[in-house]
């Protein structure tokens, strides 16, 4: 009997007579040709959350009436939902001051969980444009994050960054460069007294 045939990421259309027997192989007769049929053995069984299996014995008979038989086991997954972002930001995040270049892992863990029905998932992120200036120091730029499962749904979750790129220091516009006379006895003010501990008798 051959191992099961998977059909992975797919929800296949219901099988058929003649899709049995192309999967059970050639047949061989030493007299002859045969006639060969094929039936379920039962309907599709769930196994197990989205997993399904069948069965088919497909029969191989020659012309004295001997025959053979072979079963051929199925199994797929049935997967119509996305799966989902558990907390996609809302709001954009600020990287704050000259940060390193946003790389895809990062827009990945900031995306959040992905959780899917039948299964993992597989998760990219791809920049959807250039960092854009929005506005002297400040820039921008969103992340497209894709969760796809094996059966080809998928979600979608944008991550926005902010951020700052300032690498100048500020400048006094007139820093004086002489010292200033502030003439006779002017009012400073009252340096702080340093009390010494009272000694112990």
Same mark, same amino acid.
């Given at each position: 009997? #051959? ?10 259309? $219901? ?15 030493? !007299?002859? *040709?045969?006639? +060969?049929?094929?039936? $379920? ?10 997993? =399904? *299996?069948?069965?088919?014995? +497909? ?15 199925? *199994? =797929? ?11 996609? #930001?809302?709001?954009? /995040?600020?990287?704050? !001051?000259?940060?390193?270049? /946003?790389?895809?892992?990062? $827009? /990945? ?8 029905? &039948?299964? *993992?998932?597989? +998760? ?25 499962? $094996? !059966? ?22 007139? &820093? ?12 400073? #003010? ?9 000694? +112990?008798?």
């Amino acid at each position: 009997m #051959p191992d099961g045939i998977d059909r992975p990421g797919l929800q296949p259309a $219901a099988i058929t007579e003649a899709q049995a027997i192309a999967d059970a192989g050639t047949v061989t007769d030493a !007299c002859g *040709t045969v006639d +060969v049929t094929a039936v $379920a053995d039962a309907p599709a069984t769930n196994t197990a959350g989205c997993k =399904w *299996t069948q069965t088919w014995t +497909v029969t191989a008979t020659d012309a004295c009436g001997n025959d053979a038989t072979c079963q051929v086991t199925y *199994t =797929w997954t049935v997967d119509v939902d996305d799966p989902e972002f558990a907390a996609c #930001p809302t709001a954009s /995040i600020d990287l704050d !001051c000259n940060p390193a270049a /946003i790389t895809e892992a990062q $827009a /990945i863990a900031d995306a959040g969980t992905v959780t899917d029905a &039948c299964g *993992t998932v597989d +998760v990219t992120a791809v920049a959807d444009a250039p960092a854009t200036n929005t506005a002297g120091c400040k820039w921008t730029q969103t992340w497209t994050v894709t969760a796809t499962d $094996a !059966c080809g749904n998928d979600a979608t979750c944008q991550v926005t960054y902010t951020w700052t790129v300032d690498v100048d220091d500020p400048e006094f516009a007139a &820093c004086p460069t002489a010292s200033i006379d502030l003439d006779c006895n002017p009012v400073l #003010p009252s340096p702080r007294l340093r009390l010494s501990p009272m000694p +112990v008798r």
